[in-house]
């Protein structure tokens, strides 16, 4: 006896069902750059993934994809600052003495994320930082606010980016463009690894009070500890803080006066075009 139209349309949602249960139950979130072809993603993903993938272009920065993940990925959209500094400060209160916490930042002075990384490491908790070197060395407050976290027992380095001579070479532009300048370490990022999930906050928003008056973009996510985007960040993190330079070895900023005197006995610095 065939089932009636009742029967049978019950059965295709149960199984409709079934798929959309599985296809969220095995999300990830994985770094673009793999060698992985973009037709092993999902051909149907769930509704929910849509507004993710689709806001993007050949820039985009992560996707969803499945992968046999016993977590559930969470992402949310952090459009003002104020909600991204507000989500760091609830991912660092959340870390405990057996977490990891990894942050890079091009400018970092914001006092309440200060508070927030001393109380992780008077729980125990291992904070790294890696920030810019020419901004720490220009600006006294970051300065002082690197120099209050690492007495705290934050890991600080100092990092820079590559030749920017190098750069304008590699695109067919002339040698003489920035001959002798270095790229900034521009990263601003946080990532809490659990033993079992992993929170991390990317986007465009510098670890600045003066931030807070920017127009700014985030993204927060949460997934598995050993899900790929946590292990990419772990490894070019680690990268980075090896090559970085320690920050008892940076030279203060200098003050107002002191720079005022060195710049009237060396004259007007010298036009490069």
């Known amino acids: 006896k065939r089932p009636s139209r009742w ?13 959309e249960i599985a296809l969220r139950s095995l999300a990830r979130i994985q770094w673009l750059g793999s060698k992985e072809s ?6 149907r993903p769930p509704q929910s993934w849509r ?10 920065d992560c996707v969803g994809r499945p992968s046999p993940l016993r977590l559930r990925q969470q992402r949310r959209a952090l459009g003002a600052t104020r ?26 002075d914001v006092p309440p994320v200060l508070e927030a990384l001393e109380a992780a490491c008077a729980r125990g908790t291992a904070c790294s930082l890696v920030a810019d070197a020419s901004q720490c060395a220009k600006t006294k407050q970051q300065w002082q606010s690197l120099k209050r976290v690492a007495t705290a027992g934050v890991s600080v380095r100092l990092a820079a980016g590559h030749s920017v001579r ?20 521009h990263a601003k990022a ?3 690894v659990g033993e079992t999930t992993a929170e991390l906050i990317v986007g465009s928003l510098n670890w600045s009070t003066s931030s807070k008056a920017n127009s700014e973009c985030g993204l927060h996510l949460t ?21 970085a330079s320690a920050l008892d070895d940076a030279k203060p900023p200098a003050s107002k006066g ?10 007007p610095p010298a036009l490069t075009l």
């Open 223 to 243: 997934v598995a500890s050993g899900a790929p985007v946590v292990v990419d960040f772990i490894r070019d993190f680690e990268t980075v803080f090896a090559g």
């Open 258 to 267: 002191a720079a005022a005197s060195s710049s009237a006995r060396q004259g």
């Open 190 to 192: 946080l990532l809490v």
């Open 83 to 108: 909600r991204r500094v507000a989500a760091g400060l609830s991912v660092l209160a959340k870390a405990r003495s057996r977490d990891r916490v990894l942050l890079r930042a091009y400018s970092f």
């Open 38 to 43: 973009r037709d092993q993603l999902p051909q």
């Open 7 to 19: 029967v049978w349309s019950v059965q295709t949602w149960l199984r409709q069902l079934r798929r």
């Open 166 to 185: 190098d750069a304008y070479l590699s695109d067919g532009r002339g040698a003489t463009v920035g001959a002798g300048l270095k790229g900034l370490h």
């Open 51 to 60: 507004l993710f993938p689709r806001s993007a272009r050949s820039g985009v």
